[in-house]
C-alpha cells in the first residue's frame, strides 16, 4: 500500500461517526480512532496499551472479558465476533451508555487482533423510550374518551327511550280521541323518523371514531421504524398527525356532550364584558391548525370597537362551528371573510366562504340534527355543528340567518345582542 492510499485510510477510519477499537488477543487495546475518544473521554494516549475492560461497566469483571477471548482462541466458538449484539460502555467520567458492537478478527503476520465497531445507542434508547411513553399517554386519552363517550351515549339513548314512549303516549291518546287516520300516519312517520335518526348516529359515530383511531395507530406503528437521528422530521410528522387526530376526536366527542346537554336542558349562561375585536381573530388563530393548504381567514372590523356582554364558552362554540363548516367545504388556497359590524343594540358577525354551497331543496334541514347534504357525503363530519350553533344562538338571544348556492359558497349571518342581561329562555319546548 502506498503512501497515499494508507492516509487515505486513515483519513476514512479518523472520520468516521462509529468508535473503531482495535484490541490484541490478550484484550490489550492497539488503536483507536478519534470517534472512540469522543465517545469514551479518554484521549488515544490514556487508552492504548490498556486493557479493554476500562471501557466496560462494573457488571463485567475483567476476568469474563479475558474469559471471553481466551474461549474463542481455543474453541472457535464466538459470542460477539462476527455476530453483533448490544452491549454497554463506561466512559471516563464514570457514566454508562449503550452501544451496538461489531467485532471482527485479523490475522497479521500469525498475530490476532480484534477490531470493533462502535456504535452509540443513547438518541435511539431516548427515541424508544420517547415512543414508548407516547404510546401511553394516546392510549390512556383514547381509553378516558372512549368512557366518556360511552356515558355521552347511553344518555343520549336513555332520552330518545323517552322521547319515543312521549311519542307514543302522544299518538295514542290522538287516535282514541281523533280516531284520524291522518293522525297515525304523522305518528308512524315520527316513529321512522326517529329510528332513521338512531341508525344514522350509529353509522357516523363509528366512522368518525373509527378513522382517526385507524390513523392514530398507523402513525404510532410506523414511528417505531424511525429510530436513527437523522430521521427526526418524519417522527415529528407523524406526532404532528397523531395529535391532529386526537384533536378531531376530542371535537367530535364536544358536539356529542353539547347535544347532550341541550336534550337535558342544561345549558347555562355566564355573561361577561369583553371585546369583539379580540376575540374573533383569538377564535381564528385556534382555527390555524385545520387550514388546508393556502386557505386563510380574513377579519374585516366594520365598527368601534365596545364591550360586548355575552357568554364567550358559548360564542367560541359558535364561530368555531361555522368556520370549520366554511373550512372544511372550501377547497385549497381559498380565502374565508369574517366580519364584524354593529347595527343598533347588536353586533352582526358575517362568515362567508366560496365553497360547495348548499343545495336549495335541502336548505330548510340544514339545522337538523345529523343533517348532512347531499353534496357533503364525502366530505367527513357528524352532522351536529349546525344544529348545535342554531341553539346556542338562541340561547344568546341572537338569531342567524344565511345565504347559499351550490358551487358558489355560503354566507351565514349572526344578530348578536350587545347585552345578553335578560333571564334564559325555557328551551323545553
Same mark, same amino acid.
Given at each position: 500500500?502506498?503512501?497515499?492510499?494508507?492516509?487515505?485510510?486513515?483519513?476514512?477510519?479518523? #472520520?468516521?461517526?462509529?468508535?473503531?477499537?482495535?484490541?490484541?488477543?490478550?484484550?490489550?487495546?492497539?488503536?483507536?480512532?478519534?470517534? @472512540?475518544?469522543?465517545?469514551?473521554?479518554?484521549?488515544?494516549?490514556?487508552?492504548?496499551?490498556?486493557?479493554?475492560?476500562?471501557?466496560?461497566?462494573?457488571?463485567?469483571? *475483567?476476568?469474563?472479558?479475558?474469559?471471553?477471548?481466551?474461549?474463542?482462541?481455543?474453541?472457535?466458538?464466538?459470542?460477539?465476533?462476527?455476530?453483533?449484539?448490544?452491549?454497554?460502555?463506561? $466512559?471516563?467520567?464514570?457514566? @454508562?451508555?449503550?452501544?451496538?458492537?461489531?467485532?471482527?478478527?485479523?490475522?497479521?503476520?500469525?498475530?490476532?487482533?480484534?477490531?470493533?465497531?462502535?456504535?452509540?445507542? !443513547?438518541?435511539?434508547?431516548?427515541?424508544?423510550?420517547?415512543?414508548?411513553?407516547?404510546?401511553?399517554?394516546?392510549?390512556?386519552?383514547?381509553?378516558?374518551?372512549?368512557?366518556?363517550?360511552?356515558?355521552?351515549? /347511553? $344518555?343520549?339513548?336513555?332520552?330518545?327511550?323517552?322521547?319515543?314512549?312521549?311519542?307514543?303516549?302522544?299518538?295514542?291518546?290522538?287516535?282514541?280521541?281523533?280516531?284520524?287516520?291522518?293522525?297515525?300516519?304523522?305518528?308512524?312517520?315520527?316513529?321512522?323518523?326517529?329510528?332513521?335518526?338512531?341508525?344514522?348516529?350509529?353509522?357516523?359515530? #363509528?366512522?368518525?371514531?373509527? @378513522?382517526?383511531? !385507524?390513523?392514530?395507530?398507523?402513525?404510532?406503528?410506523?414511528?417505531?421504524? &424511525?429510530?436513527?437521528?437523522?430521521?427526526? *422530521?418524519?417522527?415529528?410528522?407523524?406526532?404532528?398527525?397523531?395529535?391532529?387526530?386526537?384533536?378531531?376526536?376530542?371535537?367530535?366527542?364536544?358536539?356529542?356532550?353539547?347535544?347532550? $346537554?341541550?336534550?337535558? /336542558?342544561?345549558?347555562?349562561?355566564?355573561?361577561?364584558?369583553? #371585546?369583539?375585536?379580540?376575540?374573533?381573530?383569538?377564535?381564528?388563530?385556534?382555527?390555524?391548525?385545520?387550514?388546508?393548504?393556502?386557505?386563510?381567514?380574513?377579519?374585516?372590523?366594520?365598527?368601534?370597537?365596545?364591550?360586548?356582554?355575552?357568554?364567550?364558552?358559548?360564542?367560541?362554540?359558535?364561530?368555531?362551528?361555522?368556520?370549520?363548516?366554511?373550512?372544511?367545504? #372550501?377547497? *385549497?388556497?381559498?380565502?374565508?371573510?369574517?366580519?364584524?359590524?354593529?347595527?343598533?343594540?347588536?353586533?352582526?358577525?358575517?362568515?362567508?366562504?366560496?365553497?360547495?354551497?348548499?343545495?336549495?331543496?335541502?336548505?330548510?334541514?340544514?339545522?337538523?340534527?345529523? &343533517?348532512?347534504?347531499?353534496?357533503?357525503?364525502?366530505?367527513?363530519? @357528524?352532522?351536529?355543528?349546525?344544529?348545535?350553533?342554531?341553539?346556542?344562538?338562541?340561547?344568546?338571544?341572537?338569531?342567524?340567518?344565511?345565504? !347559499?348556492?351550490?358551487?358558489?359558497?355560503?354566507?351565514?349571518?349572526?344578530?348578536?345582542?350587545?347585552?345578553?342581561?335578560?333571564?334564559?329562555?325555557?328551551?323545553?319546548?
Amino acid at each position: 500500500m502506498n503512501l497515499e492510499s494508507e492516509g487515505l485510510l486513515k483519513a476514512v477510519i479518523e #472520520s468516521t461517526v462509529d468508535g473503531i477499537i482495535t484490541i490484541n488477543h490478550r484484550g490489550q487495546i492497539q488503536f483507536v480512532n478519534d470517534a @472512540t475518544v469522543r465517545l469514551f473521554g479518554y484521549s488515544k494516549e490514556e487508552l492504548v496499551g490498556q486493557s479493554m475492560n476500562k471501557l466496560l461497566p462494573d457488571t463485567i469483571s *475483567p476476568e469474563q472479558h479475558d474469559g471471553f477471548l481466551q474461549n474463542y482462541l481455543e474453541s472457535g466458538h464466538a459470542k460477539i465476533i462476527g455476530i453483533g449484539r448490544e452491549v454497554s460502555g463506561r $466512559r471516563k467520567d464514570g457514566t @454508562t451508555f449503550p452501544f451496538w458492537l461489531s467485532v471482527n478478527e485479523t490475522r497479521v503476520k500469525g498475530k490476532v487482533y480484534f477490531t470493533g465497531l462502535v456504535h452509540d445507542l !443513547s438518541e435511539q434508547k431516548k427515541t424508544e423510550r420517547a415512543l414508548t411513553e407516547l404510546t401511553r399517554e394516546l392510549e390512556e386519552k383514547v381509553a378516558q374518551r372512549t368512557h366518556e363517550l360511552a356515558d355521552a351515549v /347511553n $344518555r343520549l339513548l336513555k332520552i330518545n327511550v323517552k322521547l319515543e314512549k312521549e311519542i307514543q303516549d302522544k299518538a295514542a291518546k290522538e287516535i282514541a280521541l281523533k280516531n284520524s287516520e291522518e293522525t297515525l300516519k304523522m305518528a308512524l312517520q315520527q316513529e321512522k323518523h326517529l329510528n332513521e335518526m338512531k341508525s344514522r348516529f350509529l353509522s357516523m359515530a #363509528s366512522h368518525e371514531f373509527k @378513522t382517526p383511531l !385507524s390513523a392514530i395507530l398507523s402513525s404510532a406503528s410506523i414511528l417505531m421504524r &424511525y429510530t436513527q437521528t437523522d430521521q427526526q *422530521p418524519k417522527r415529528e410528522k407523524h406526532i404532528l398527525k397523531i395529535k391532529k387526530m386526537i384533536r378531531q376526536l376530542n371535537d367530535v366527542l364536544n358536539d356529542f356532550l353539547s347535544v347532550e $346537554r341541550m336534550e337535558g /336542558n342544561e345549558i347555562s349562561v355566564s355573561p361577561s364584558a369583553f #371585546s369583539l375585536k379580540e376575540f374573533v381573530p383569538n377564535v381564528v388563530d385556534e382555527m390555524e391548525t385545520i387550514l388546508k393548504n393556502g386557505q386563510e381567514i380574513v377579519v374585516n372590523y366594520l365598527t368601534k370597537d365596545e364591550d360586548l356582554y355575552q357568554d364567550s364558552n358559548i360564542l367560541r362554540i359558535i364561530l368555531r362551528n361555522l368556520l370549520s363548516n366554511s373550512v372544511k367545504y #372550501s377547497d *385549497p388556497g381559498q380565502i374565508i371573510e369574517v366580519s364584524v359590524d354593529a347595527k343598533g343594540d347588536n353586533y352582526v358577525i358575517q362568515i362567508k366562504d366560496n365553497g360547495i354551497g348548499i343545495p336549495v331543496s335541502e336548505q330548510p334541514f340544514i339545522f337538523t340534527r345529523f &343533517y348532512r347534504s347531499s353534496n357533503a357525503s364525502n366530505i367527513q363530519g @357528524t352532522g351536529l355543528g349546525l344544529a348545535i350553533v342554531g341553539r346556542y344562538i338562541k340561547v344568546l338571544g341572537g338569531r342567524i340567518s344565511f345565504k !347559499s348556492k351550490e358551487g358558489e359558497g355560503s354566507v351565514f349571518v349572526i344578530n348578536l345582542p350587545k347585552n345578553n342581561g335578560k333571564e334564559q329562555e325555557d328551551f323545553s319546548h
